[in-house]
């Protein structure tokens, strides 16, 4: 266990690294003037110096990579070129939008997937089956800002029961007020992620039904739902989890375009304003944090499925 | 090898999620062709005074809120449409392909480091990248075709390493270096084309999810420019006057959905189609398990 714990610590270091660079190298050396980029093209050649001299872009890069780097691991993120506000304080800002509503959207997500999913694998010929499948295929192919539209229609237009867009201007002052006007985006990515969970949950209870234990569990005097209650779903509870890292990263990314669509102000939409404003560095660091979060998560789920998977634990004796 | 080719088309036809696949992605082509030398509208004029009308035998599907034709818009936007899809094929497929090659077969030294590589960039969001592009070299379709290349590009390396690495330790491939056959003629005579089931179901993945990216990102403001007809710049469009005409945002929404579709039902179909073993017997329960068998080998 140890052995794996260190082998996995190091591979997210090496991941965190090489993300790390390729983020630094994609906004740093590939726009060729970073403080031009900034500037735009109507600033004048004294402005540019000035900018260039205030963000430290005339050390050399090698310097300027690792400045960043011991910035990103202190917590020292800098300040914004543009609104000259702290960048670590925006992020922790956005991210009180931004993580509950993932957080939100993968309860929604479960919630739907994980019933129905067992549901269609055990009663395989039954209508109600046949039909969840062909949703789940069909919900999968919708695009999200499209199932947000609808959603805004009925629920809100026609409705009437959910706000249309933003987020209370106070917060979470009032926690009823902030989660109503984060349901209708939640349902959206929940639904749509849920959709994808619920087929791979399918296809990952077929295989319980059909596997060696659980028919010998049967033929032991279980019922078929006992023994694929019993023998056939901590198997798939464990294949549900080993999924969930990548499933965060999809909600995260879905968050993106859905807090434009519904003006919340969270990362994403923070995201996409900042790269509108050529503001470089604040972008730089803000995908850095979002991809160091995606890849923390994904070890994080791989120790857990360690820990509680005894199969793991056998084949590592 | 065109007899067998010719029958999987023939097993593709007569699945009905083949022929529907087929039939959808066929007129996709098509009205995407048609759109270069007619349309029914210009898909680009606004007139004002034609805004919000409802469908007429000049305007097909009504106008939109500056009164341009969107039957036209649809039909142009179809051209954006094949140019991301094509354009996502063959960028992940290259990149998908060079890598799951070098990282299945090549110098050892070179392996685990590539793998890695492809474990990061799988980590790291397609819509991240393209928004990183965007930061770059500012919006527009390249932006989408480079990231969803990217993006899918690895996954599909993922994939078929995956594949590549297990054909490898066949008897047949053992017996082919024992009679002396060259690593580059079992790449080309056995390997490749035992690995092309799997890679051609993971590319018409991409090209459906390459149109809902190019959707995301056009609404986004990262994709197609204002003057271009997209889909998604359609949906972005409908946004605004959604309270009032909101039955507007059905068309683009549609029309994606139903592309997407195709593609992952094409998927589903070449998979059995092209499997010999799910062709006969057991056919829903194979191809259904294959889903998990994409996630076996990390």
Do not use: C
């Amino acid at each position: 266990m140890i052995r794996f714990l260190a082998v996995r610590a190091l591979t997210l270091l090496a991941g965190l690294f090489l993300a790390s660079l390729i983020i630094f190298i994609s906004l740093r050396l590939l726009p060729g003037d970073v403080a031009q980029v900034i500037g735009g093209t109507s600033a004048s050649p004294t402005q540019v110096e000035a900018i260039r001299e205030r963000l430290g872009l005339n050390v050399p890069l090698p310097l300027q990579y690792l400045d960043w780097l011991g910035g990103v691991f202190t917590g020292q993120l800098g300040s914004s070129v543009v609104s000259g506000t702290s960048i670590a304080a925006e992020i922790a800002e956005k991210a009180q939008v931004t993580v509950p509503l993932t957080f939100y959207s993968l309860t929604i997500a479960l919630i739907v997937a994980l019933p129905l999913g067992v549901f269609a694998a055990y009663r395989r010929q039954a209508l109600p089956s046949r039909v969840l499948s062909v949703l789940g295929v069909v919900a999968a192919a919708v695009p999200a800002v499209w199932a947000g539209l609808l959603g805004i229609v009925l629920f809100s237009t026609w409705l009437g029961w959910l706000p249309s867009q933003g987020f209370p201007r106070d917060g979470w002052a009032d926690p009823l007020a902030a989660i109503r006007s984060l349901t209708l985006p939640a349902l959206t990515i929940g639904l749509i992620e849920g959709a994808v969970l619920f087929r791979f949950v399918k296809s990952a209870t077929l295989s319980a039904i059909g596997a060696e234990h659980v028919r010998t569990a049967m033929s032991r005097g279980y019922t078929r739902l006992g023994a694929l209650v019993r023998h056939g779903l901590p198997g798939v509870g464990l294949s549900v989890i080993s999924m969930l890292g990548l499933q965060i990263a999809g909600l995260l990314v879905g968050a993106v375009v859905i807090e434009q669509l519904f003006s919340l102000p969270g990362l994403g939409r923070m995201l996409v304003f900042d790269v509108g404003q050529r503001d470089l560095i604040k972008v730089q660091s803000t995908l850095f944090v979002l991809t160091a979060v995606i890849l923390a998560l994904g070890a994080l789920v791989d120790v857990v499925h360690r820990l509680i998977d005894p199969r793991l634990r056998v084949e590592e004796q | 090898m065109s007899a067998r080719r010719g029958g999987t088309l023939h097993h593709l036809v007569r699945s009905p999620r083949g022929a529907f696949a087929l039939a959808v992605l066929g007129l996709l082509a098509l009205t995407a062709l048609v759109s270069l030398f007619w349309l029914p509208g210009n898909p680009n004029q606004s007139n004002i005074s034609e805004a919000w009308q409802s469908p007429s035998p000049t305007h097909w599907l009504g106008t939109d809120s500056s009164g341009r034709d969107i039957a036209s818009r649809l039909m142009a936007g179809a051209r954006v449409t094949v140019l991301v899809v094509l354009g996502a094929a063959i960028v992940s497929g290259v990149i998908g392909l060079a890598l799951a090659v070098v990282s299945a077969l090549g110098p050892r030294r070179l392996r685990e480091p590539l793998i890695i590589l492809i474990d990061v960039l799988i980590a790291f969001p397609t819509l991240l990248l393209a928004i990183m592009l965007a930061a770059v070299f500012g919006s527009g379709l390249p932006v989408v075709v480079a990231s969803v290349g990217i993006g899918f590009g690895v996954q599909i390396a993922r994939v078929v390493r995956a594949e590549l690495r297990q054909i490898n330790a066949e008897d047949f491939i053992l017996a082919a270096k024992a009679a002396g056959l060259s690593r580059w003629a079992i790449l080309r005579m056995h390997l490749l084309p035992n690995t092309a089931p799997v890679f051609t179901v993971q590319l018409s993945l991409a090209m459906g999810l390459a149109i809902l990216a190019e959707a995301g990102l056009s609404y986004l403001g990262f994709g197609a420019p204002p003057s271009v007809p997209s889909w998604g710049l359609m949906l972005e469009e409908s946004q605004a006057f959604i309270s009032i005409h909101p039955l507007v945002v059905l068309w683009p929404g549609i029309t994606i959905t139903l592309t997407v579709l195709a593609f992952y039902l094409l998927g589903d179909a070449l998979r059995e189609a092209m499997d010999p073993r799910l062709r006969f017997g057991g056919r829903r329960d194979g191809g259904e398990r294959n889903d998990l068998g994409d996630r076996s080998e990390a």
